[in-house]
């Protein structure tokens, strides 16, 4: 019942969007590495940055409104965010983003690849890769089991959540391999949520190690 009661209230973009700062403290913790490890108002306007799976584009404030592309699988999501945030949104999935090869310096992913079983994350690492530039950093930001074992509040979150893949570091960090390589991680608490923070550096040249790969360098050859 309760998560039948989630599903219909995350299908109101702004309600949901409520809901989830007042559970996370404001996502404050979330903005602050932001700002830390992606310096997006550094040379402001001059670099571009993409934010997947970006739902209601609640983190699109963090960057300069021309330097910032939000894609998301949910359509009313994508809408709400068109009609109310700044920057740039469009309608797009893991397993095939529409950008042209080396588009973005840098990218932000809060949230999804516990949504997403390890194929599809697999599939959608490939493609990130090839949409960076070299050089560039991606930051992710994902639900671990929480290391308190007194957050209740926290363990029944990840209950209700509808992500059914919250994993532990070393899986998260062997699923972002060979097309990163993790500078740095660590975690951060986020409201009742607790997050792992990975830094991670696009690697020139990927040895490639998943089917998927073959498909994604099949589309950067036809773009």
């Known amino acids: 019942m309760l998560q039948t009661l989630l599903d219909k209230l995350s299908a109101h973009p702004g309600l949901w969007g409520f809901l989830r700062r007042i559970v996370e403290d404001g996502f404050d913790a979330e903005k602050d590495v932001i700002a830390r490890e992606l310096q997006p108002w550094r040379d402001a306007g001059q670099r571009r940055f993409l934010d997947f ?21 949910a359509r009313h999501y994508i809408h709400y965010a068109g009609r109310r945030r700044p920057g740039r949104y469009a309608v797009m999935s893991g397993a095939g983003l529409g950008f042209a090869s080396g588009s973005f310096d840098g990218g932000l992913v809060l949230g999804v690849f516990h949504h997403l079983p390890d194929d599809l994350v697999r599939t959608a690492i490939a493609d990130l890769h090839r949409v960076l530039r070299p ?33 532990k570091d070393e899986v998260y960090r062997a699923l972002m391999q060979p097309y990163f390589s993790l500078r740095r991680w660590y975690h951060i608490k986020s409201g009742i949520c607790d997050l792992a923070v990975y830094v991670l550096d696009r690697t020139d040249d990927p040895v490639i190690l998943h089917g998927e790969a073959a498909a994604a360098r099949q589309l950067d050859a036809g773009a």
């Open 53 to 73: 799976g970006c739902g209601t584009g609640e983190f699109s404030i963090c960057f300069p409104a021309e330097s910032y592309f939000g894609v998301d699988i």
């Open 135 to 167: 050089g560039a950093t991606l930051l992710v930001m994902e639900d671990i089991p929480s290391p308190r074992p007194w957050n209740v509040l926290g363990h029944l979150m990840h209950w209700l959540d509808r992500g059914d893949h919250i994993r």
